[in-house]
């Protein structure tokens, strides 16, 4: 029975490299794919593109292509990515360029894209958000990009056309991963059962290391060999989508039912409902089974029809956040960093700086569960205060950092290390489209 | 007895809502789990930081629970004022709670 090689070359945007090209070079693989843009990340990337049309692809492309592309090639392993966040066919034109600055001919380098649905926004302006459950056309902010969550569509006729680099903007994470499935093993677009089991396989790679022991070790109790060197988890799946998931002999990271299961469930909801553009997938009954050292087999994932519509990322600018922070130490530096977080609220009270919300944390005591009222379980030798402001104008949001430096010459006694930010926050509001409304879009360049 | 003593545990985010798994190390313990670990009491751990509901869903295949958490990130990752916008400490917290 055929059988292909898939893995996984970055789980984020800024992702270690190092992981990926040990794949490539030792992992027998067919495919390699970097998942690279988060939900936001498309937004940033689109004013990226508006100030310089060249650009609006991920920072790292040329950074990884150079050291993958030449890899790849000399291995016959076909690239997949979202890098192209914004600008897809931009970002094939830098590939092209490294690609002959690397000495490699004879190779077909694809952007898929369509997903980008901003120039008919005004058509969805009574669209549900599903963040807040109100109309599109209530949010405050400036809309500045809307892109759909696009199915393997689009990367399967890139294959299909001969390409060895796919480089999309706006698709399902999974869907980077299915697509290589569907293209050798001809699966169809209703064969739900199997389309289910690609999205579990893509679920497990699309977060890179998370599957083989990152995101994982607790000393004593879940240990990872050499996680400095974590290597990054790989797939052999059949036609049938049945499959183990594994990692490079001799790489950092361990592979067992314990990691698989973290991974399973991560970034889901009901587990037997997970919708994706290609498919409605059933993870509720997924088992593994641990038939190797660092091997785990998967098993007992199903799929149901896919939904009429898709997913729409609409980035809008949203607000100002300015942030502030100052440390105290020694006898009583807890009770010095209260004083000094009543300083501030008094002082930006004072001062009227307008603020939609004022969050004031005491790092080491309470800034991650909001405990402030527990006692402390010993006295501890340093506590940093933290101050951070939403805000409709960059003026009020630049006063919270500066009413906490302030508090050097103005506030409690030994503070120290004291910063202040400003940033502007694009945020992103999800509605559902026509599934008609975006249609992947497939160019393929020869080098 | 901690949770961390039996059950491992991971945070995820999408919009205003964390998911934190719950997984039993040895499969054995899953139903005892299941038992104490209500949505309620998950509720109740969680109320100074969660500010919606909470819905429990069960994965007996891996011997695992996985806790729907609307409200609990500050209004999402873009525009949360926590350090840890993604609520990805969350995970630990559970496994604080007494069985």
Known sequence: MKKIRIGSGAGYAGDRLEPSLELIEHGALDYICYECLAERTIAIAQQ???????????????????????????HGVKIITNMGAANPLAAVEVVKRIARDKGISGIKIAAVYGDDVFPRIDEYRGAAVWETGEPLERLAGEIVSANAYLGCEGIVEALKRGADVVITGRVSDPALFIAPLVYEFGWKPDDWDRLGKGTVIGHLLECGGQATGGYFADPGKKDVPEPWRLGFPLIEADENGDAFITKVVGSGGVVTTD??????????????????????????RVSFTQSGKDVVEIRGATGRARTDTLKVSIGYKDCFIGEGEISYGGPNCVERARLAREIVRRRLELRAVPTDELRMDIVGVDSLYRNDAAPLPSSPSEARLRVAARTKTREAAAAIGNEVETLYTNGPAGGGGATATVQEIISVASILIPRADAEAVVAVEEV | MRLWELAHSRTGDK??????????????????????????????HFKDVVKGEVTRYELPAVGALNFVMQGALGGGVTRSLATDKHGKCLSSYLLEMEL
Do not use: W
């Not at chain 1, 991560?266 to 997938?281: C, M, N, R």
């Open chain 2, 15 to 44: 919009g205003n809502i964390s998911n934190v798994s719950l997984i039993a190390y040895d499969e054995a313990d899953y139903e005892r789990i299941r038992r104490a670990v209500t949505a309620e009491r998950v509720r109740e």
């Open chain 1, 48 to 74: 990226a593109r508006l100030k310089d049309p060249s650009k609006g692809y991920n920072a790292l492309l040329e950074y990884r292509m150079n050291a993958a592309l030449p890899l790849a090639h000399k």
């Open chain 1, 259 to 284: 990691t698989c299961k973290e991974q399973l469930i991560y970034e889901i909801h009901d587990p037997s409902t997970y919708i994706t553009p290609d498919v409605t997938a059933d993870f509720s």
